[in-house]
Nanobody
Framework: VQLVESGGGLVQPGGSLRLSCAAS????????MSWYRQVTGKERELVAAISRGGGTINYADSVKGRFTISRDNAKNTVYLQMNTLKPEDTAVYSC?????????WGQGTQVTVSS
Protein backbone atom coordinates (compact mmCIF):
# COMPACT_ATOMS: atom_id res chain seq x y z
CA VAL A 1 0.00 0.00 0.00
CA GLN A 2 1.33 3.41 -0.95
CA LEU A 3 -0.26 6.77 -0.21
CA VAL A 4 1.39 9.91 -1.57
CA GLU A 5 0.10 13.32 -0.54
CA SER A 6 0.76 16.59 -2.34
CA GLY A 7 -0.52 20.14 -2.45
CA GLY A 8 0.55 21.50 0.90
CA GLY A 9 2.34 24.79 1.37
CA LEU A 10 2.27 28.24 2.91
CA VAL A 11 -0.94 30.24 2.55
CA GLN A 12 -2.29 33.41 4.10
CA PRO A 13 -5.32 33.33 6.40
CA GLY A 14 -8.48 33.20 4.33
CA GLY A 15 -6.72 31.45 1.49
CA SER A 16 -7.27 28.04 -0.09
CA LEU A 17 -5.32 24.90 -0.81
CA ARG A 18 -6.21 21.60 -2.45
CA LEU A 19 -4.52 18.48 -1.16
CA SER A 20 -4.29 15.28 -3.18
CA CYS A 21 -3.53 11.74 -2.11
CA ALA A 22 -2.59 9.23 -4.80
CA ALA A 23 -3.15 5.64 -3.67
CA SER A 24 -1.84 2.31 -4.92
CA UNK A 25 -1.39 -1.26 -3.77
CA UNK A 26 -5.00 -2.01 -2.95
CA UNK A 27 -8.42 -1.89 -4.60
CA UNK A 28 -9.08 1.82 -4.14
CA UNK A 29 -12.82 1.79 -4.81
CA UNK A 30 -13.39 -0.88 -2.15
CA UNK A 31 -12.33 1.26 0.83
CA UNK A 32 -13.24 4.46 2.54
CA MET A 33 -10.53 7.09 2.74
CA SER A 34 -9.71 9.63 5.42
CA TRP A 35 -7.70 12.79 5.94
CA TYR A 36 -6.03 13.42 9.29
CA ARG A 37 -3.88 16.23 10.58
CA GLN A 38 -1.34 16.49 13.36
CA VAL A 39 0.44 19.32 15.09
CA THR A 40 3.74 18.45 16.75
CA GLY A 41 3.11 17.47 20.34
CA LYS A 42 -0.62 16.95 19.86
CA GLU A 43 -2.76 13.96 19.01
CA ARG A 44 -3.63 13.22 15.40
CA GLU A 45 -7.07 14.56 14.49
CA LEU A 46 -9.54 13.12 11.99
CA VAL A 47 -10.42 15.92 9.57
CA ALA A 48 -12.68 14.26 7.00
CA ALA A 49 -13.70 10.82 5.79
CA ILE A 50 -15.40 9.58 2.64
CA SER A 51 -16.96 6.20 1.92
CA ARG A 52 -15.78 4.00 -0.93
CA GLY A 53 -18.45 5.29 -3.31
CA GLY A 54 -18.42 8.83 -2.01
CA GLY A 55 -21.98 8.71 -0.75
CA THR A 56 -21.14 9.13 2.93
CA ILE A 57 -18.94 11.97 4.11
CA ASN A 58 -18.07 13.17 7.59
CA TYR A 59 -16.13 16.20 8.82
CA ALA A 60 -14.64 17.37 12.07
CA ASP A 61 -16.70 20.20 13.52
CA SER A 62 -13.69 22.50 13.22
CA VAL A 63 -13.64 22.28 9.41
CA LYS A 64 -17.34 21.92 8.51
CA GLY A 65 -18.38 24.42 5.87
CA ARG A 66 -14.76 25.17 4.94
CA PHE A 67 -13.24 21.84 3.82
CA THR A 68 -14.53 19.42 1.19
CA ILE A 69 -13.37 15.84 0.76
CA SER A 70 -13.86 14.09 -2.58
CA ARG A 71 -12.49 11.14 -4.49
CA ASP A 72 -11.92 10.05 -8.07
CA ASN A 73 -12.01 6.27 -8.19
CA ALA A 74 -10.83 6.27 -11.81
CA LYS A 75 -7.64 8.03 -10.71
CA ASN A 76 -7.22 6.28 -7.33
CA THR A 77 -7.02 9.70 -5.73
CA VAL A 78 -8.70 11.41 -2.79
CA TYR A 79 -8.76 15.18 -2.40
CA LEU A 80 -9.20 17.72 0.35
CA GLN A 81 -10.27 21.18 -0.76
CA MET A 82 -9.54 23.63 2.05
CA ASN A 83 -11.06 27.09 1.94
CA THR A 84 -11.10 30.03 4.34
CA LEU A 85 -8.00 28.67 6.02
CA LYS A 86 -7.16 29.75 9.55
CA PRO A 87 -3.84 29.75 11.43
CA GLU A 88 -5.19 26.92 13.60
CA ASP A 89 -5.41 24.74 10.47
CA THR A 90 -1.60 24.65 10.39
CA ALA A 91 -0.54 20.99 10.62
CA VAL A 92 0.84 18.03 8.73
CA TYR A 93 -2.02 16.51 6.74
CA SER A 94 -2.01 12.80 5.94
CA CYS A 95 -4.38 10.52 4.13
CA UNK A 96 -5.18 7.10 5.49
CA UNK A 97 -6.86 3.83 4.55
CA UNK A 98 -7.49 0.57 6.32
CA UNK A 99 -7.27 -2.44 3.98
CA UNK A 100 -5.86 -5.84 4.95
CA UNK A 101 -6.73 -5.41 8.63
CA UNK A 102 -4.43 -2.51 9.45
CA UNK A 103 -4.26 1.24 8.93
CA UNK A 104 -1.85 2.76 6.45
CA TRP A 105 -0.63 6.36 6.32
CA GLY A 106 0.99 8.58 3.77
CA GLN A 107 4.12 10.60 4.55
CA GLY A 108 2.07 13.75 5.04
CA THR A 109 2.16 17.23 3.57
CA GLN A 110 2.75 20.39 5.59
CA VAL A 111 0.09 23.09 5.55
CA THR A 112 1.08 26.40 7.12
CA VAL A 113 -1.44 29.23 7.44
CA SER A 114 0.30 32.46 8.31
CA SER A 115 0.50 36.08 7.27
Amino acid sequence: VQLVESGGGLVQPGGSLRLSCAASGFTFNAYGMSWYRQVTGKERELVAAISRGGGTINYADSVKGRFTISRDNAKNTVYLQMNTLKPEDTAVYSCSVMPFGRRYWGQGTQVTVSS
